[in-house]
């Protein structure tokens, strides 16, 4: 089994140009249209090339203030109010500047254990599939675990 077999080829894509609150949009609308959870978008330039994957991780990690990790040794600090403010700030930041830019992508006819073994290794839940310069689908960790197990089950 190889890519080409597994991966979606329905998807959402942002512009670096988008804001986050555009971002987070997309993020809504296909939770609701598909019924499924996206947790992350690739992100694409004027002529369709992947420039870089934006998740909910990177979006968190933006939100969380960077002096975080002190905040049980500071008594003063109202960590709502912090979290609240990088809110009021994360809605007009752009895709371009906190998407993760080194993206790992698979050829259309990488073969199902090629991917399982990247995912493992890289600790990465979805990879772009790319023929040449064009995007052509996406296969998630989901889709690996479930064509495995199928096999398993047979």
Do not use: C, N
């Not at 080829?9 to 555009?22: C, M, V, Y």
């Not at 998740?55 to 203030?65: E, G």
């Not at 006819?109 to 996406?138: F, T």
């Amino acid at each position: 089994m190889i890519a080409r077999e597994i991966m979606q080829t329905i998807f959402h894509t942002l512009s670096p140009h988008d804001t986050i609150a555009e971002a987070v949009k997309h993020f809504q609308e296909a939770l609701e249209d598909e019924q499924k959870k996206i947790f992350g978008l690739m992100v694409t330039d004027e002529s369709d090339h992947l420039v870089g994957m934006l998740s909910m991780y990177d979006i968190l990690l933006f939100i969380q203030p960077k002096h975080a990790h002190i905040w049980g040794e500071m008594e003063d600090i109202d960590p709502a109010q912090l979290y609240d403010d990088r809110l009021g700030k994360v809605k007009s930041i752009l895709v371009g500047d906190i998407m993760t830019t080194e993206v790992v992508t698979i050829p259309p006819d990488a073969h199902l254990m090629v991917i399982a073994d990247i995912m493992i290794k890289k600790h990465i839940r979805r990879l772009p599939v790319v023929d040449g310069q064009e995007i052509v689908g996406i296969v998630f960790v989901s889709d690996v675990f479930h064509h495995l197990l199928k096999k398993f089950l047979v």
